[in-house]
């Protein structure tokens, strides 16, 4: 599934964690696994105000802290008979992550979350981060700093009720990479599908429904529902595995799945990334930055198949 990977190294940050899921990765896809890393560059008004000997040497002592933890982290892979690629690239970090995606056709970007705190609120991924999420033609996966190699509980949402093409495709790619990130370990999977009654409002209210018929009714759509999921998370075969489904009925998907991720000790989020409207299910936009903003576990983000990333 994710035979092609590239990991971003932030010199700035300890990479343990993520040194271990990558490990964890590549043993289990034999992936081939391409470094990188970035040099931020000189304001242009900056630059010219300077020598170029200055310039230079500005240069040349970023490219060395960076090198040194391209090397370090090359060391850790060899030793485990993992070979490995290096780059260092001159920019802004999501837009060279993506143009090297593009052009060598990677089908996972590694990076670590980078907690940091954004005025009163804390925010768990920055802004690298979350440029990713959004613009990566490719799944990203953000590993937070204290993450093991292996997932314990993984919750995956998926949107079960007014599926187009493309949501069919990317609700199989999700249950079929928690299948493959399930098998290397003891523990929990979790489908959810975040559901209402489309026009529960106006059935109390103008639909002059009483409230035992509205009830009838949200039990017919969550029999529904449930079906259709059953249906897709069967289509995967799960050995040994606890694999759980629930349907939760939530006007507020986000507040569900981060309540969720809370109360079940998620440490890995498994989620579609889709450009899409309705009320049902999970979707990206307002909904999945709610969501992203809050949540601090790892996070696997999947793209759906023709995703064209705005960087060129």
């Known amino acids: 599934m994710f035979d092609n990977i590239l990991v ?25 696994v391409t470094l990188m890393g970035t040099v931020p560059s000189l304001d242009n ?9 200055i310039v230079k040497e500005i240069y040349d002592d970023q490219y060395t802290k960076v090198q040194v933890a391209l090397d370090n982290f090359t060391a850790q892979l060899e030793l485990a008979h993992i070979e490995s690629d290096t ?9 060279e992550i993506c143009r090297q995606v593009q052009q060598n056709d990677q089908n996972l970007v590694m990076l670590l979350a980078d907690k940091h705190q954004s005025g009163l609120s804390k925010v768990f991924f920055g802004s690298t981060q979350m440029h990713l999420l959004r613009k990566c033609p490719t799944a990203v996966w953000i590993v937070k700093s204290n993450s093991m190699p292996v997932a314990q ?3 995956a949402p998926i949107d079960v009720g007014f599926v187009s093409p493309e949501e069919s495709d990317i609700n199989t790619a999700i249950v079929e990479t928690a299948r493959v990130m399930a098998q290397k370990g003891n523990m929990t999977v979790e489908f959810m599908h975040v559901w209402t009654l489309f026009g529960e409002s106006y ?8 409230k035992l018929e ?17 249906k897709l998370v069967r289509k995967a075969e799960w050995v040994d595995l606890d694999v759980a489904l629930s349907l939760p009925r939530n006007e507020a998907a986000a ?20 450009c899409r409207t309705g009320i049902e ?17 790892s996070v696997l983000a999947l793209k759906p198949q023709g995703f064209k990333s705005p960087v060129s």
């Open 8 to 32: 971003y190294i932030d010199h700035n940050l300890a990479y343990s964690s993520l040194l271990a899921c990558v490990l964890n990765v590549a043993k289990t896809h034999r992936a081939k």
């Open 45 to 53: 008004k900056v630059e010219y105000s300077l020598s170029e000997d």
């Open 87 to 95: 780059l260092i690239s001159v920019g802004t970090p999501f837009i």
């Open 153 to 155: 509980h993984i919750l």
């Open 203 to 210: 059935f109390s209210g103008r639909g002059g429904l009483s």
């Open 214 to 230: 509205i009830k009838k009714l949200r039990k017919k759509r969550k029999v529904e529902l449930g079906k259709k999921l059953r």
């Open 255 to 274: 507040s569900q799945i981060v309540k969720s991720v809370k109360k079940n000790n998620i440490d890995l989020l498994i989620m579609g990334t889709l």
């Open 281 to 297: 299910g999970f979707f990206i936009g307002n909904t999945a930055e709610k969501i992203l903003n809050e949540v601090s576990c």
